[in-house]
């Protein structure tokens, strides 16, 4: 994992160094067929997790995949609430 100088998870870092967001990125537009293939990559991923890992495996995978996206929705919600 990449953690940055105060001991935290990087995660801009992270999807910076996705070989897929830097393709999406590469012209700085996102489109409907982009997000449509992103959406089945980590449904695919999904799928690979269930078929390869025991179920308290994937019960952990589960929390850290939803942990990890409450922390992006709190954090945009308070990028949001510090705007102005």
Do not use: C, W
């Not at 990125?25 to 999904?46: C, F, H, K, P, Y």
Request: hydrophobic share 40%.
């Amino acid at each position: 994992m990449i953690f940055n100088e105060q001991g935290f998870i990087d995660i801009d870092e992270m999807i910076a160094q996705e070989p897929s967001f830097q393709k999406i990125m590469a012209d700085g537009v996102v489109t409907s067929d982009e997000l449509r293939e992103q959406t089945n990559r980590v449904i695919d991923l999904l799928h690979e997790v269930e078929n390869h890992f025991s179920e308290e495996d994937q019960l952990l995978v589960k929390r850290l995949f939803a942990e990890t996206n409450v922390l992006t929705a709190i954090y945009n919600y308070y990028q949001l609430q510090n705007i102005g």
